[in-house]
Every structure is written in structure tokens, then in C-alpha cells.
């Protein structure tokens, strides 16, 4: 069982509706979860972090994470075309290691 | 300001040869990282270094050698290249504490033939 589990998608959503991407981690203890974007042929880069349990809102996004279940989420509101990309989500775990998941391929159509 | 900066973008070695990847950071950052990505793999982890002076094995080592030179510079060596290590390389930085991980490199493709 990969530490991190993301469905690989695609996801197609239409423009204007809300994305939902989710993933699991398999690590109780860990503390530190994030959201990457990456666009065809570039580098990951980061775009959400989150810590505690409950939402965090930034913009269109919103991370949500329920440490109880070991689930960690992204929605991004207002879909526009240029959020099509590959979204990663990553987790921190004691000791240094930062693990990502397969990553999900996000569509969304004008 | 650089961030990370990873040498070469791309290079093609033939099965057997060696090469090294090199990565620096200017941030101060106490974390650095290798990871592989092929196509519907995500992010693999290779090696890491939490802090200067300590390496790691990550999800998939085999194959490869890491240097953490000083606090700025976190090298990876293929001493043997085969084809299943063709791939595209990323190099990342980071805060010791994980708190931030914001900063990869833009990448090498590597293609072993």
C-alpha cells in the first residue's frame, strides 16, 4: 500500500462548477499536508498547506483535513480552464520525508 | 534570487555510464530532496537529506548515491545508468520542520538508452 493514495483521474469537470480532489495517507502521527499544481512539463509548485483538522480557505481553494479518517482534501470553486493540470498531494513525516501521491489529472472544460 | 537550481535540464547517457545531477539552493533551507517522475507515478521519492550532514533512503534508492555537500548543494549519482531510470528528475527544498515545502528545481531529463 502506497503512504499516499490519490485517485489518478482524469477529472473533468465543466467551467464554473466545483473540483473536488481528494486523498488518504497511511501515517497516524503525521503533522503536515500539502497541495501542489503542476502544468504539463513543469515543476510542481505549491499551492495550499494545511496543519490542524477543519478547512482552510485561500481564494478558490479550500484544503480540508480530518486527521481521524487520514483524508486530506482540495475543492477549487469557480473552475476555470486554467486550473487543468496535475494535482499532487503531499504529506510530511516524522524523520524528514516528504511523500506524495500519484497525483490527479484535473479537466475542466469551458 | 535562484531557489533551487538543478544541472543539467536534460542529458542522454548510454546504459552502464555514470553521471551526477546537481542541485543548490540559496534559501537556507535545512531540507533538500530527489525525486523521480514517470508518467501516472507522481512523485517518488529517492533520497533526502533532513538536515547538512544526514542522508535517507526514500521510497526508491536503488540505483543511486546522494551527497549533501554543505548546507546548499544535495547531489544524486547514477553509478550504473539503466533504462528504467530514465526519467524526469526533481530536485526540492525545504524547512526542517516540513512546515513549508516550496521550491523544486526545474527539473532534469534524463533519457538512458
Known amino acids: 500500500q502506497k503512504e499516499v493514495e490519490q485517485n489518478s483521474g482524469p477529472l473533468s469537470v465543466p467551467e464554473g462548477a466545483i473540483a473536488s480532489l481528494n486523498c488518504t495517507y497511511s501515517?497516524?502521527?503525521?503533522?503536515?499536508f500539502f497541495w501542489y499544481r503542476q502544468y504539463s512539463g513543469k515543476s510542481p509548485e505549491l499551492i495550499m498547506s494545511?496543519?490542524?483538522?477543519g478547512d482552510k480557505e485561500d481564494g478558490r481553494f479550500t484544503a480540508q483535513l480530518n486527521k481521524a479518517s487520514q483524508y486530506v482534501s482540495l475543492l477549487i470553486r469557480d473552475s476555470q480552464p486554467s486550473d487543468s493540470a496535475t494535482y499532487l498531494c503531499?504529506?510530511?513525516?516524522?524523520?524528514?520525508?516528504?511523500?506524495f501521491g500519484q497525483g490527479t489529472e484535473l479537466s475542466v472544460k469551458p | 534570487n535562484a531557489g533551487v537550481t538543478q544541472t543539467p535540464k536534460f542529458q542522454v547517457l548510454k546504459t552502464g555510464q555514470s553521471m551526477t545531477l546537481q542541485c543548490a539552493q540559496d534559501m537556507n533551507h535545512n531540507s533538500m530532496y530527489w525525486y523521480r517522475q514517470d508518467p501516472g507515478m507522481g512523485l517518488r521519492l529517492i533520497y533526502y537529506s533532513a538536515s547538512e550532514g544526514t542522508t535517507d533512503k526514500g521510497e526508491v534508492p536503488n540505483g543511486y548515491n546522494v551527497s549533501r555537500l554543505n548546507k546548499r548543494e544535495f547531489s544524486l549519482r547514477l553509478e550504473s545508468a539503466a533504462p528504467s531510470q530514465t526519467s524526469v528528475y526533481f530536485c526540492?527544498?525545504?524547512?526542517?520542520?516540513?512546515?513549508?515545502?516550496?521550491?523544486f528545481g526545474s527539473g532534469t531529463r534524463l533519457t538512458v538508452v
Open positions: 503531499a504529506v510530511f513525516y516524522q524523520g524528514g520525508k516528504l511523500i
Open positions: 526540492a527544498s525545504s524547512e526542517l520542520d516540513g512546515t513549508r515545502c516550496d521550491t
Open positions: 494545511i496543519y490542524s483538522n
Open positions: 501515517d497516524r502521527v503525521s503533522q503536515s
